[in-house]
């Protein structure tokens, strides 16, 4: 028997994120049969859009349709995982940061994905702040880390056009950071989390305890980066005007989310004759059981951003970074890497709201 007492780190787009604290969970026995993952005192509230303000919404998963994508997603990584894989091992690819939600809906009005109800601002602050990995994990997970945010650092000078400042909300472990560093940016932190901040200072960064609303630093920027992190926060228009507030004149705001568009296209197929290949889709792009507050998408972003004065630039669809790795059976390897390349020209189609790419990219200019 396996007692499974630690809540997953999130995986996020290109990179894992933030490590969460030590929670009561129910046990997954030795046959990796999930029974449940969420602790007992979570407490939920009511919500409405977070983007247009409008209850009007469809519900996309009820609690049995979540239920049974979380199960779906133990029995997709039980069949890839090797025997004897540790616990440990099986985060970010069966617990993520955020519990399962409780129901899902979508916004008729502007299409945004979102959790209703919620879970109370205060789980999720707690879920964020208290963790505090090891310093050796939290160097492994920089080094992964950083490789992996190349692209997104190479986008960013390609899309804004030549190198500057920057501020990067949930720097986390601060590979964004170095990756940017090591490419002529100058990126500060905000991290909630002050355990991953003084490891990220002690490689030489700047990073603020806290959230970028709290963060008072008269200094303009010429980006916000907000990389896998904005679908987490509890309020994030909020942030997005606090980011706003912090850009010189012709600043840009980049950020990666997973795509509602895409997860509320391909779950309806999970009842059908395609549900495997939806499942497979949706499981190794980490959207199965929706693991996410909220699921942007491009056009809800792009409504958002211009209530704030931005102009969209630029959109790119994008995979998740293949997270098979020793534990993975080979097979399952190859199938992943497979998937996902043939997966990512799909998922760079322009198709309206890029509802087969899992994850996308929006670059907006002031
Ligand atoms: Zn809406």
Redesign the pocket.
């Known amino acids: 028997m396996i007692v499974w007492t630690h809540r997953a780190r999130k995986l996020s787009g290109r990179a894992v994120g933030r490590q969460a604290p030590l929670l009561p969970h129910e046990p997954i026995d030795d046959q990796h049969t999930f029974r449940a993952c969420r602790p007992v005192s979570v407490a939920y509230e009511l919500a409405r859009?977070?983007?247009?303000?409008?209850a009007n919404?469809r519900e996309i998963a009820s609690s049995d349709d979540v239920r049974a994508e979380v199960e779906g997603l133990w029995a997709f990584h039980s069949a890839r995982l090797r025997p004897h894989t540790p616990p440990a091992q099986l985060m970010d690819r069966v617990a993520f940061s955020q519990h399962a939600p409780l129901r899902l809906v979508r916004?008729?009005?502007?299409?945004?994905v979102y959790r209703n109800p919620v879970e109370r601002a205060t789980e999720l602050a707690e879920a964020y702040t208290d963790s505090s990995p090891t310093t050796e994990r939290m160097r492994a997970l920089h080094e992964t880390q950083r490789a992996s945010y190349a692209s997104q650092a190479a986008r960013l000078a390609e899309t804004f056009g030549r190198r500057g400042s920057g501020i990067e909300v949930g720097s986390y472990v601060g590979a964004f950071l170095a990756a940017a560093h090591e490419r002529g940016w100058q990126f500060a932190g905000v991290d909630v989390n002050a355990c991953a901040n003084a490891f990220t200072r002690s490689l030489g960064f700047r990073v603020h305890d806290g959230t970028l609303e709290s963060f008072d630093d008269e200094r303009r920027v010429d980006v916000v980066a907000i990389w896998n992190c904005l679908d987490q926060l509890p309020d994030p228009v909020a942030t997005l005007r606090a980011a706003r507030d912090r850009l010189a004149p012709g600043g840009m705001i980049a950020l990666r989310v997973p795509n509602g568009a895409c997860y509320a296209a391909l779950r309806p197929l999970l009842t059908t004759r395609a549900a495997p290949l939806a499942r497979g889709w949706l499981a190794e792009n980490n959207l199965l059981g929706f693991p996410y507050r909220f699921g942007f998408t491009p056009s809800?972003l792009g409504?958002v951003l211009a209530r704030l004065g931005f102009r969209v630039e630029r959109i790119v669809g994008d995979v998740l970074v293949p997270i098979g790795d020793e534990w993975t059976r080979r097979w399952a390897r190859i199938e992943e890497r497979v998937a996902k390349r043939v997966g990512l020209l799909v998922a760079r189609a322009p198709l309206n709201d890029r509802i087969m790419a899992p994850w996308v990219e929006v670059y907006a200019r002031l």
């Not at 859009?49 to 409008?54: E, H, L, S, T």
């Open positions: 859009c977070a983007v247009c303000g409008d919404a916004c008729r009005e502007c299409g945004l809800s409504r």
